[in-house]
Every structure is written in structure tokens, then in C-alpha cells.
Nanobody, 115 residues
Framework: QVQLVESGGGLVQPGGSLRLSCAASETMLSFNVMGWYRQAPGKERELVATITLYGVTNSADSVKGRFTISRDSAKNTVYLQMNSLEPDDTAVYYC?????????WGKGTLVTVSS
């Protein structure tokens, strides 16, 4: 069973930065796509950013220019660098990994942007 463990969430002031990490229990070569999603209170889960097996990235318009997804294959870890954080970025951030047979989710890490 694949396990995804997120870390790096916390409380940050508007304009601040955080880096989230997602450690996978097996090699990232197993996954076609890995990514980050988020769910704010009272809202549906939404895509934040993804990175494919070949390193192609994609991100939501709301975070373009502020958030960057990257990976370290040697550590089986995907990162989300979040800069210029805004109160609307407050949410639980989930790591996701997709294979041809299905997908896996982490338990999430809470990011709160508030002064």
C-alpha cells in the first residue's frame, strides 16, 4: 500500500512563504503524476499543482507565479514552494499520486495564512 506523508504546514502571515513536502513510500517512478490539492473550509477540493513522471508541471491560475512544484526523485519527495501567501490560500493541502491503476492521497497538512 502506497503511503504519502505531507509536512511543512503551519501558520504564516500574509506575504510569507512555506515549503510543503510529500514523502512517498516507494519510488516516484511508480507514479504517472504527483501533485498537490487543497481544500478550504466549506469548499471543494481543488487542484493546486502537478508534476508528471517526465517533469512537466502544471498549476492552477490562482497560484501561478507564486507556487512552484518540484521533486527529488532520490528522496521520493515532492515539494510545493509557496510564496506571497494570501489569506485565501488557507486550506488543508493534500498530496496525490496517480498510477495507471488508481490514485493515492496523503492525510493532509494545514496551512493557515493570517496576521
Amino acid at each position: 500500500q502506497v503511503q504519502l506523508v505531507e509536512s511543512g504546514g503551519g501558520l504564516v502571515q500574509p506575504g510569507g512563504s512555506l515549503r510543503l513536502s510529500c514523502a512517498a513510500s516507494e519510488t516516484m517512478l511508480s507514479f504517472n503524476v504527483m501533485g498537490w490539492y487543497r481544500q478550504a473550509p466549506g469548499k471543494e477540493r481543488e487542484l493546486v499543482a502537478t508534476i508528471t513522471l517526465y517533469g512537466v508541471t502544471n498549476s492552477a491560475d490562482s497560484v501561478k507565479g507564486r507556487f512552484t512544484i518540484s521533486r527529488d526523485s532520490a528522496k521520493n519527495t515532492v515539494y510545493l514552494q509557496m510564496n506571497s501567501l494570501e489569506p485565501d490560500d488557507t486550506a488543508v493541502y493534500y498530496c496525490n499520486a496517480r498510477t495507471s491503476g488508481g490514485q493515492y492521497w496523503g492525510k493532509g497538512t494545514l496551512v493557515t495564512v493570517s496576521s
